[in-house]
């Protein structure tokens, strides 16, 4: 009786560790969203002439969960346009961060976020978001 105990243990321990196996994990995002050092500006990105801005690029899943995790594998751009609006750099060593510095003062437009897994970040796109670069 107690080896059959033993057996019927091991058997329920097997089935529910199936049950419990973390799935692949899914890196295709839903959304897009930009930050700053001071928080997220994905609803109103303002520019101030002269300045250049470090905007970060964040992912997330359609239940809204950031994907995180995936910068060494994947890539993020940012498209501006008209593109006149703002000049972008890439930061080194990141796929995910722009140094964005405006190139017209007083103007609007919009920008779109790409993604994928070269530098092209041609796969996916997120956006138009608005921008407006304020007069000085």
């Not at 609803?43 to 964040?58: A, Y």
């Not at 992912?59 to 940012?78: K, R, V, W």
Request: include cysteine; charged fraction near 15%; hydrophobic fraction near 40%.
């Amino acid at each position: 009786m107690r080896s059959l105990s033993l057996a019927g243990l091991l058997a329920l321990t097997a089935v529910a560790g199936c049950g419990t196996e973390p799935a692949a994990e899914d890196h295709t995002p839903a959304s897009a969203r930009l930050f700053t050092t001071t928080g997220e500006i994905t609803s109103n990105v303002v520019l101030t002439p002269g300045v250049t801005t470090r905007i970060e690029v964040r992912f997330y899943h359609d239940d809204g969960d950031q994907i995180t995790d995936i910068e060494a594998e994947h890539y993020a751009s940012l498209t501006f346009s008209p593109s006149t609006l703002a000049a972008v750099t890439a930061v080194s060593g990141h796929h995910f961060q722009f140094d964005v510095t405006p190139v017209a003062s007083g103007a609007t437009g919009t920008v779109s976020v790409g993604y994928g897994h070269d530098s092209a970040a041609d796969e996916l796109s997120f956006g138009p978001f608005s921008v407006s670069v304020t007069g000085q």
